[in-house]
T-cell receptor
Framework: AQKITQTQPGMFVQEKEAVTLDCTYD???????LFWYKQPSSGEMIFLIY??????QNATEGRYSLNFQKARKSANLVISASQLGDSAMYFC??????????FGQGTELSVKP | AAGVIQSPRHLIKEKRETATLKCYPI?????VYWYQQGPGQDPQFLIS???????DKGSIPDRFSAQQFSDYHSELNMSSLELGDSALYFC??????????????FGSGTRLTVV
C-alpha cells in the first residue's frame, strides 16, 4: 500500500532558526515523486519543493531543502531562517507514476517571534 | 504565469441542493485532478482526467460526477448535498510527459458550505 506519514501534528520554532518537518513514505514502485506543500489559514495549497525518486541530489528551493534518504524512505523538509510568515500547515505528498497525490496528515508549524 | 483557476471561491448551499464547481487548468496541461479537504483533514483524491478521459477514481461518492471538456476545463457536479460535503475542494493540473507529471499545480480551491 502507498502511504505518507507525518508524525508531528504540531511544531514550534523560534524566528530565524531552522526547523525540520518529518515525512516518511511507503511504496513498492521504484518511480515516484515527493512534494511538500504549505497551506496557510487562507486555504490555498502552495507548492514548496519536489524530489523525484531518481534524483541524485537533494532538492533545494531558496530557504527550503528536502533531506531525501531513499533507503530509509524519508523526505524531511528543512526550512532555514524561519520567518513569521512560515506559520502554516505543511503537507508532504507522494505521487506514483501518472496520478494522484497521496497526502500525509500534515504538520502545523508555528513560528515564535 | 497563468495558474489553475477555480470558481466559485466560496459557495453556500442547502442540504439536498446541487452544486457545480469549475476548474480551468494551466494552458497545455492535459491532466486535471479533484481533491476534497474536510476541516482539519488532509486532501483526499476524488477523480482525475487525462486528455478528457477519466484516468483514475478515488473515494468519490456516487452523488458526485465530473467531466473534462474539449477546452480542458473540468466541472465537478455534486447532487443531493449533505452537511458532510462541506469542505475545501481543490483542482490541480499537470502536464504528462514520459509517465511523469510535471508542473503539478493547485488552484486556490472552492470552499463549499452546506447548511
Amino acid at each position: 500500500a502507498q502511504k505518507i506519514t507525518q508524525t508531528q501534528p504540531g511544531m514550534f520554532v523560534q524566528e530565524k532558526e531552522a526547523v525540520t518537518l518529518d515525512c516518511t513514505y511507503d511504496t513498492s514502485d521504484p518511480s515516484y515523486g515527493l512534494f511538500w506543500y504549505k497551506q496557510p489559514s487562507s486555504g490555498e495549497m502552495i507548492f514548496l519543493i519536489y524530489q523525484g525518486s531518481y534524483d541524485q541530489q537533494n532538492a533545494t528551493e531558496g530557504r527550503y531543502s528536502l533531506n531525501f534518504q531513499k533507503a530509509r524512505k524519508s523526505a524531511n523538509l528543512v526550512i532555514s531562517a524561519s520567518q513569521l510568515g512560515d506559520s502554516a500547515m505543511y503537507f508532504c505528498a507522494m505521487q506514483v507514476r501518472r496520478g494522484k497525490l497521496i497526502f500525509g496528515q500534515g504538520t502545523e508549524l508555528s513560528v515564535k517571534p | 504565469a497563468a495558474g489553475v483557476i477555480q470558481s466559485p471561491r466560496h459557495l453556500i448551499k442547502e442540504k439536498r441542493e446541487t452544486a457545480t464547481l469549475k476548474c480551468y487548468p494551466i494552458p497545455r496541461h492535459d491532466t486535471v485532478y479533484w481533491y476534497q479537504q474536510g476541516p482539519g483533514q488532509d486532501p483526499q483524491f476524488l477523480i482525475s482526467f487525462y486528455e478528457k478521459m477519466q484516468s483514475d477514481k478515488g473515494s468519490i461518492p456516487d452523488r458526485f460526477s465530473a467531466q473534462q471538456f474539449s477546452d480542458y476545463h473540468s466541472e465537478l457536479n455534486m447532487s443531493s448535498l449533505e452537511l458532510g460535503d462541506s469542505a475545501l475542494y481543490f483542482c490541480a493540473s499537470s502536464r504528462d510527459s514520459s509517465g511523469a507529471n510535471y508542473g503539478y499545480t493547485f488552484g486556490s480551491g472552492t470552499r463549499l458550505t452546506v447548511v
